[in-house]
């Protein structure tokens, strides 16, 4: 099975997405469907796609048009400290100093001239291999979505199909394990996602306030990573990056990139002493090496998805081995 799955692989990955995709926006069409007041599930499921293409689209026409100036901005930064027209710190200035007198442009044109042939068929090569790949994705997404659809319609069903398909003396302690996983999920889910939610305004409020460019890109990046413990923190590079280019054209790199750091410490500081408590309690109570490891397994195994569900399937695999490994014994002693 394990073999079999590793060459299907490519072709499971879509339904895995679209069934996960489906269960995140099951309760969103039981509202529909209670709200229309209709048995058949076909209306509901595009009303519940329409209303978030609607919610995204909304999005992303408020927000992509100041993204794109800040990107031209900070484009114009660049540009501009390249000539020599911003006033850059004397750091910087000898920072792009040293890359023009260490980097040897007649030596890097001897070489592109020596492989130029080679490279030429590589990249006719690579432009033919990349649209390849460019139509199998385009492909997979339709698909996706397509399953979407008819997952979403037929959820109860299938449902009902897979519990179906154990067999009937292994159905007690299936049917057990699938519904503490659907508890499980849906509290860590549900919780992570107001978390992340909050995390995101409180990151893109603190950016703004900093003034730094691409401040609710950053702030949404930030979110979307918080479902992932401790994702969050490989943000701090584009917004290093952001600083630097920033202080191109208004200098004060290192201040720009402390009081971001004080948005983090701040930020976090309130999302795991004061949310974190309150909203998920103390139902994981992993220890962080485990949690690392724990998303280092479940990543190997099955890629982004395994690393959102790590959490709560290892809380889930530790309290059963707890109950029917450490404690069997004396549970088998107290009623002999």
């Avoid at 490519?10 to 069934?19: D, G, I, K, R, S």
């Avoid at 004060?252 to 750091?261: I, P, S, Y």
């Avoid at 309690?281 to 195994?301: D, R």
């Amino acid at each position: 099975m394990v073999w079999l799955v590793g060459i299907l692989e490519n072709v499971l990955l879509p339904f895995c997405l679209a069934c996960l995709i489906a269960y995140m926006l099951e309760p969103l069409l039981e509202l529909n469907q209670k709200w229309l007041r209709v048995h058949n599930r076909v209306v509901p499921t595009f009303a519940t796609l329409i209303e978030v293409t609607a919610v995204i689209g909304s999005l992303v026409y408020f927000f992509l048009p100041s993204v794109l100036d800040e990107i031209a901005q900070m484009g114009e930064m660049i540009k501009n400290a390249s000539t020599g027209n911003s006033a850059m710190q004397d750091t910087l200035r000898q920072l792009q100093q040293w890359l023009h007198d260490h980097l040897s442009l007649k030596a890097l044109e001897r070489t592109l001239e020596a492989r130029q042939i080679e490279e030429i068929v590589q990249s006719g090569a690579s432009v033919v291999s990349q649209s390849i790949d460019l139509v199998f994705h385009t492909l997979e997404w339709l698909i996706t979505f397509i399953y979407v659809i008819f997952i979403m319609i037929d959820y109860p069903h299938l449902m009902r199909g897979f519990r179906k398909l154990v067999p009937p003396r292994y159905r007690k302690i299936v049917y057990r394990v699938s519904d503490d996983i659907k508890v499980n999920m849906n509290r860590y889910f549900r919780g992570q996602a107001l978390i992340a939610s909050c995390a995101a305004v409180f990151y893109c409020i603190g950016f703004s306030i900093v003034g730094i460019p691409l401040a609710i890109v950053l702030g949404l990046l930030v979110g979307v990573l918080y479902m992932i413990p401790y994702f969050q923190y490989v943000t701090l590079i584009p917004v290093a990056i952001v600083c630097f280019i920033n202080s191109l054209e208004h200098g004060g790199f290192l201040m720009t990139l402390g009081e971001c750091l004080i948005v983090y410490v701040v930020s976090q500081s309130i999302c795991d002493y004061i949310l974190t408590p309150k909203i998920m309690g103390k139902a994981l109570g992993l220890n962080p090496a485990i949690i690392l490891l724990s998303l280092s397994v479940w990543g190997t195994l099955m890629g982004i998805i395994g690393m959102i569900v790590a959490l709560p399937l290892t809380t889930l695999l530790l309290g059963y081995y707890r109950e029917f490994v450490i404690d069997a014994p004396s549970r088998k002693a107290t009623h002999n």
